[in-house]
């Protein structure tokens, strides 16, 4: 019998919330508190502890399955986005736009390492490709996911600069991953020691991106034009880009020629997005807007949903293989 827990996580997403549409006034722009400051030196601490984390070795030897590897990023940064991308000429109305581009945003992201490596181990999947794949997938997600957004926020956001996008995630993300990785073979060991540890300071700094990002929206009346009917289209919207991009990616991995713990990877991968990388960068990409909170509803949407669906998937095939 299969026992199902609510990720503890997710419902600490949904109190944040909640305290963000009680409590706006401490996230909003006329807090006293110094939440973007504190923000922006939490991401800092989250990427320089990842790099800390990312073995080079292992790295390195995770190169050779080159096909899996290319169908899991290829699904990750062009399945997704261009999935989305379709429904982009039946957006006509300003307000379409903009959850279409949340839906972009959340297109583009790179894959969750945790989740991502935790459900490939339990389904018995390949598990060092999984933790190649979700680590280099944030990687080139640096690089990646402001090149798709850039192509639509320049419609409509004059101060959109990607050298300045760049310059703040090479400042933020890129310069912190790389002194993790140069000071890996001193501190590596002692990172994976108290992973457990690092692992709750990330989400603590994403929860109070998050409610800094939808105080801010609360505040704004940014969710004011966002009706039930609305969210139930936002969420069978979800629910559906996630179930496209896993059948699809079943169906690619059998045109391969994977074998099961291939597939198992390629699907359980290739179909994550990261909630840690969406929240920061929307800060980055998105500095002092009311409309970051609506920006972010998709990802957390998904980000609840991939646990939940993933977690069903992964417990089913894990008892298939004990069964047979």
Not at 8 to 30: C, E
Not at 250 to 276: H, P, R, W, Y
Request: glycine share 6%; charged share 10%.
């Amino acid at each position: 019998m299969m026992k199902f827990k609510i990720d503890k996580f997710v419902l600490s997403i949904i109190v944040v919330v909640l305290l963000a549409y009680l409590f706006p006034q401490f996230g909003g722009n006329s807090s006293p508190l110094p939440l973007d400051t504190i923000g922006s030196i939490g991401i800092s601490l989250i990427f320089f502890f990842y790099g800390l984390k990312l073995s080079p070795e292992k790295t390195k030897a995770g190169l050779k399955n080159w096909k899996l590897h290319l169908l899991v990023q290829g699904c990750t940064f062009l399945l997704f986005p261009i999935i989305v991308l379709c429904f982009y000429p039946l957006m006509q109305t300003e307000y379409n736009k903009s959850v279409w581009f949340a839906f972009l945003f959340l297109a583009s992201l790179p894959s969750t390492v945790s989740s991502s490596v935790v459900m490939v181990s339990i389904a018995k999947g390949n598990v060092p490709a999984a933790i190649f794949n979700a680590s280099i997938s944030g990687l080139i997600g640096i690089i990646i996911t402001p090149l798709w957004l850039g192509l639509f926020l320049n419609e409509t956001a004059a101060n959109y600069n990607l050298g300045d996008v760049y310059a703040k995630l090479l400042l933020e993300v890129l310069a912190p991953v790389a002194l993790g990785l140069f000071l890996h073979r001193y501190w590596g060991k002692i990172a994976q020691q108290y992973n457990h540890y690092l692992s709750l300071f990330d989400k603590s700094i994403i929860l109070l991106i998050i409610y800094k990002s939808f105080a801010n929206s609360f505040e704004e009346n940014a969710f004011s034009s966002i009706n039930t009917l609305d969210f139930i289209i936002i969420s069978v919207a979800v629910f559906s880009l996630f179930y496209s991009v896993y059948l699809l990616t079943g169906f690619l991995s059998n045109k391969l020629g994977f074998n099961t713990e291939d597939k198992i990877t390629a699907q359980f991968c290739g179909t994550k997005k990261s909630l840690v990388h969406g929240t920061v960068f929307a800060k980055i990409l998105f500095p002092n807007t009311s409309t970051m909170g609506m920006i972010l509803l998709p990802i957390m949407l998904f980000h609840s949903l991939q646990i939940f669906i993933v977690s069903f998937i992964a417990t089913r095939l894990a008892n298939r293989k004990e069964a047979s």
